[in-house]
């Protein structure tokens, strides 16, 4: 079931693909944008269930449940396809590739290129300023962040850092329904936290009617994401790591993510 929302004159739609992936049709003033192509079929529908016709494909990064759909997608619309430049190599051929710091798109549907490795070295996000919309594939997911795979602990907080600075209005858009999972190891960092534990009983029950969960303002992340809250006293104090830098306590809480 494929999931409307409306984000100022943006046109989003929630596309669940194989078992867990998400991708994301925006609706824009330049025409309707792919985010990632995980499976070609859902896409397909949602399309033209909505009169729509395929503009250009955006991929975040080169993994291939984010990229699997390129090609049947791009025969079926004759669309040209963007990724990351550093990831040129392992994605399908690109029509553009993109760099960090590089913009497109006009009014609502202007878009920003962020940098945000840690999942993959050349990892992307695309964040809409003016739509207040940001696109975060398996960087920052809902209540987690993307397992480490090709970067550092480090690298990945600094680009947390850098999603997490963007005003909290934003809607995030993440890759993954791993919401649930991700809630209950939360609850092993913060299990007092009053604002996740009435997320979780949210999340629960969101995925017991089948809605997706991984649509959320940042604010929300902000209050309830460990992978965000490295820094907050109260979980450097729970953690034994009063002393430790903000990435060293990120580091043990991935690690403990990792074993979970």
Known sequence: MTMPSETQSLDIVTVPCLSDNYAYLVNGPDGVALIDAPEAGPIVDALESRGWSLGVIMLTHHHHDHTGAVAELREKYDCPVMGPRAEEAKLPPLSMALDPGFSGGSG?????????????????????????????????????????????????????????????????????????????????????????????????????????????????????????????????????????????????????????
């Open 108 to 260: 609502a549907g202007h878009c920003d290129v962020i940098a945000v490795p840690g999942h993959t070295l050349g990892h992307i996000a695309f964040h809409y300023p003016k739509a207040g919309a940001v696109f975060t594939a398996d960087s920052l997911m809902a209540l987690g962040c993307g397992r480490i795979f090709e970067g550092t602990p480090d690298m990945m907080w600094e680009s947390l850092s850098k999603l997490a600075a963007l005003p909290p209005e934003t809607m995030v858009y993440s890759g993954h329904e791993y919401t649930k999972a991700n809630a209950a190891f939360a609850l092993t960092i913060e299990p007092d936290n009053p604002r996740l534990i009435s997320r979780v009983t949210a999340v629960d029950a969101a995925r017991a009617d089948g809605r997706p969960t991984a649509q959320v303002p940042l604010s929300e992340e902000l209050h309830t994401n460990p992978f965000l809250r490295a820094g907050v006293p109260g979980v450097k104090r729970s953690l034994g790591m009063e002393t430790a830098t903000d990435a060293e306590v990120f580091a043990e809480i991935r690690g403990r993510k990792d074993r979970f």
